[in-house]
């Protein structure tokens, strides 16, 4: 059985008369398992107030806003509650669905009028002149809230769908691969075989050209060497034929210095090897014919040539064996160094270099004070946006956000929802992904890289100490230095394809958010009763987002494990550099 959404609801104390007829008309979806209604009167004694409040926003799939005058006097209602919502909904995490319970002016609201809101048309719940009954009114939210909680299910469907067929080509894929795998370890098998076979085709020819006229084998049972060769009829015959015995097989065997592990000079290794070994062989059957000849020809003559013969027969036999034995302790450091060539081939070992392989270049802001913030009378500025002056010590900044192919050439993955565009940054990245690719790279570099805090960044955006106090990062025309929802065609796009601000600084504003350092407080001046939380701060703007985000000066938080589309990051060093 599917699971249900959760539904949160904001509002005023004022409207909790509301909010109740609400929660008796949603009751027949909780029974159905369609739904979970929370609100905050079910936060248990000894719960800090505003963490659960904050849990329960990051929980929910559907946002309800009970909208009336009191909303709009709310101001924790403003300062924390919606606009949290309204980053979800912007982001995709939630639907927001804005209830008007009262009669008022929500549609000079830059937020609510923006959205879709309940009942038919924005016509007030308690606004008699067009609903007979109150009932009539929540009747028309309830399926409202139906049709979003369709929406959902099949928007989860067509995700579930999307999965099983990728999942399907993963495995096909796999399974393909496996096979490729197999089909080349049996053709390299099969190429190893011809190699070997016309290996021993030159050792065979090796043989016929020194010994045209014999024929080798072992005797197992014997364990003796068997020559069917021309018969030798006196002592005369086999000297004079030992006096044309070839000497090829000692003169091609390479010297120590000279041996490689390449394939050409192991085969010629092994090539002169056997050429050695045949000689061995072929010199004890010309001892032991010799013996017998001895054996059946007892004149003065006959010994006193096999005692000479028989000298030189036993000194070429200690300098063959003396030769094997060095030659085979080339033999085992060939192969040693052989395999560690291959293991060094298979692990593939590169040193990592920052500029030519992330090519990752950076702008020197030199530091100064500055006025953090937004000025009381800026538009559409935010509550936790108050003025006051900061000192910013001098650092380096990313010119541009770190793109995907920056993040695959050190993590070996690219988890960005935009795919296929290397130039483009990389995006759907928590603030934990980030310090591990943070981590990974400061130890491959040995250069200490980290996320700007929220006052670098700020500064950064704003100019400087090159600053003209533009509205956004570079200009007051928002569409010539960012990607936003305005022209972006809700993706991400090439860095460095709008223009920079003072700095030469680009895409501070729009294209994606991006990571701060910084645990999300209020300022020093802030007089809104607020502690430090557990999110992490993110600025600047994404492709998807309005124009009011887009703000140097407009502050995001987000857990530490979010993902995003919109969520991306750009590095910075601290001055001087370590």
Known sequence: MPQPYKLFTIYAREDEVYLKELRGQLRPLELAGRITVWYDSEIRPGIEWEKAIVEKLDAADIILILVSAAYYNSVYIHDVEIKYAISRHEIGEAQVIPVIVRPCAFFDDPVISKLQALPTNGLAVTDSRFWHQRDDAWLDVVAGVKRTLDLLRDSEMEKEHAARKAALAAEKLAEQTRLDIIAAEQDANQKELAEKSKQQTKFTDIQEVEHPTEKINTNAEEGLIDVSKKDFGNLDDLLRHLTELPTEGLEQVPPQQSIKTDDQNVNQFYTA??????????????????KRLLTNSLSPRHIAYGGILLGASLVILWITKAFNEKQGNINHNTTLQTDSLHIAGQQKIIPFDTIKVINYPLVFVEGDSFLMGSHDKELDRGRDECQHSVTAKSFYIGTYEVTQSQWKAMMGNNPSIFKGCDNCPVENVSWNDVQAFIAKLNMATKIQYRLPTETEWEYAAKGGKLSQNFRYAGTNMLYSV??????????????????????GIYDLSGNVWEWCDDLYAPYPCDNINRRKGS???????????????CRPAFRGFYSSTSHDCELGFRLVRSFPLD
Do not use: C, M
């Not at 305005?486 to 920079?500: A, F, V």
């Open 273 to 290: 090897q056997y050429a050695r070994d045949e000689y061995s062989k072929n010199t004890s059957f010309y001892i032991n014919k010799l």
């Open 482 to 503: 960012a990607w936003y929802d305005g022209n972006s065609k809700n993706k991400t796009h090439l860095i460095g394809t709008k223009l920079p601000n003072e700095l």
């Open 535 to 549: 999110y992490r701060v993110y600025r600047g703007g994404g492709f998807n987002t309005s124009a009011i985000r």
